[in-house]
DNA sequence: CCTTGAGTTGAAGCTCACTTCAACTTGCAG
DNA sequence: CTGCAAGTTGAAGTGAGCTTCAACTCAAGG
């Protein structure tokens, strides 16, 4: 029927608020034309913009960042799946990673906070990071990332 | 030698800032006694309950939630291992579902944004959404937690 | 005793990611 | 043509999670 989408139909479809849209087109990572009227009007092709968007900022990604990676993306033409795939490998990595600390935190939890070590004093991790290295790490290397 | 932790010993074995630990403290996540010259000293189960409050808070669980499953622990006693046991197995299942929801997440990315579909009208997913079903999800359903 | 680094407080400030507001304009259905 | 939902703007507000500041006190080694 209209193949340019309106904010509120690019609200509808994506999950995400007019003004949350609006803000992310202030930090330039969507974009839009507009009518006479000053109205804004997205292609289509935002709709993924702002599903990729959306799954890397609920990873915690800053938006800042996101917007780094879809720069890479071409100014002028609608992405192709060449564009995207590139794009995606990149990120997919940042995903992966981040699934393997999950995982590392959650393993630690059960093996090491979830038996009661820390105040049993029965657990290795324990005392070599409390009562054997002075400047060991203890719990602060569950914490440590990459 | 001393087995009641400063505030600044606390931060240090911890990786969490002093201002941190005082902010924490505030919200009642920890909590400590006074020398007479009114400063901190932390028992050494803190060290355990910091670090349980950094993993959630790295998970994305935020500071009060952790706190309401922080008070479920004796407040009076040093906690055993059937406490932490008890918080611990809760929890676990609580990183399971992240942990499951990044994995479609990462999914969804390599077969669906990342072979353009949106944009190439060649996905089943996105012919689903987008023209076909005028309600439909599309890209939210990918965002929908639970 | 004295110095110095560590600790104390409340209040204010900061970043991120938005939302809300007020005052106004557009676009479309009837 | 009219009415009204939907859109526009910049500025200010929100809430989470801390950090910084100023002005001060404490604790411990020489």
Redesign the pocket.
Known sequence: MHDLL????LSARSGV????L??YERLGLISSTR??????RYERSMLRRVAFIRVS?QVGV???EIGAALADLPAGRTPTRTDWTRLSRAWRSRLDEQIALMERLRDRLDGCIGCGCLSLKTCGLYNHGDELAEQGPGPVRLMRRG
Chains 1, 2 share one sequence.
């Not at 309106?6 to 139909?9: F, R």
Request: overall charge neutral.
């Open positions: 309106t904010i509120g139909e608020a007019p003004s949350a609006r803000y009518t006479g009227g000053n109205q804004r900022a800053p938006l800042e």
